[in-house]
Structure formats: C-alpha cells, structure tokens
C-alpha cells in the first residue's frame, strides 16, 4: 500500500486515528517520491523541514518509471480540464498503479477519476 499526503499530514500531527492506523497495519508500507516532496513544500521552517525529513525514511519510497509517467501524462492531459486532476496526482497515481498498490487517501475528488486506480480510505 502507499500513502497520499493527507494521510501522512495527519500522521505527522499526530492525529490519533492516522497514528493508530499506521502503527497497527501489518503489510508494507511505502510512499510515491511525489509526495515526500509535497511534504517538504509545505515546511515553514528549517526545523519542520528536518523533521519532515525524517519521518518518511520510515517507509519505502517508491517514484515513478517511464511507463508510469507516460500514462500520468496522457491521463493528465485527459482530466485535468475535466475533472481538475493535479500534475502530482496524476504522478502520484500512476506511481501506484505502476506498482499494482492501492493508494490510501481521503482525496476522492480527483484520484476518484483514475479509473485503474485502488483508493482506500484509511481510517
């Protein structure tokens, strides 16, 4: 399974129910690239940066391959317009469906649209 920002935002601030969850699933989890650096893009600070830094080391991170990133762009040219679909999303989806994983996120609005795509709501 990979993790989408929301998810690893609310574990990051300690939200009892992502910690809870995180801490009690058994299967390997990973991280898209895509998303660590979300992460960081949200740092306000050298010391929230550091920290950031830190925590997705926990995870295996995983970034997309040529494949990948040629469905995200044909999948992006096709939704973006239509369905508002970011250019990370498309990255961070098609990373996931590259690795045959689902992608644990409450961001049904846009990755709702990548029809190959395996969400679950975590928690």
């Given amino acids: 399974m ?3 920002t929301d998810v690893l935002v609310d574990f ?4 009892a129910p992502a910690v809870n969850w995180l801490t009690s699933y058994a299967l390997p989890i990973g ?5 660590a650096m979300e992460l960081l893009q949200g740092c306000r600070d050298l010391a929230e940066q550091q920290r ?3 925590e ?3 995870f295996a ?3 997309p391959t040529r494949t990948d990133c040629e469905r995200a762009y044909s999948e992006f040219a096709a939704l973006r ?3 508002g679909i970011g250019l990370l999303d498309s990255l961070i989806a098609q990373t996931a469906f590259g690795l045959n994983e689902p992608l644990a996120t409450f961001n049904t609005k846009h990755y709702g649209a990548v029809t190959a795509l395996q969400t ?3 928690y």
């Fill in 2 to 4: 990979l993790l989408d």
């Fill in 12 to 15: 990051l601030r300690g939200h």
């Fill in 31 to 35: 991280i898209p690239g895509f998303v």
């Fill in 52 to 54: 950031v830094e830190r």
């Fill in 56 to 58: 997705p080391a926990r």
């Fill in 61 to 63: 991170m995983h970034w």
């Fill in 81 to 83: 317009l239509v369905e």
């Fill in 120 to 122: 679950v709501q975590p």
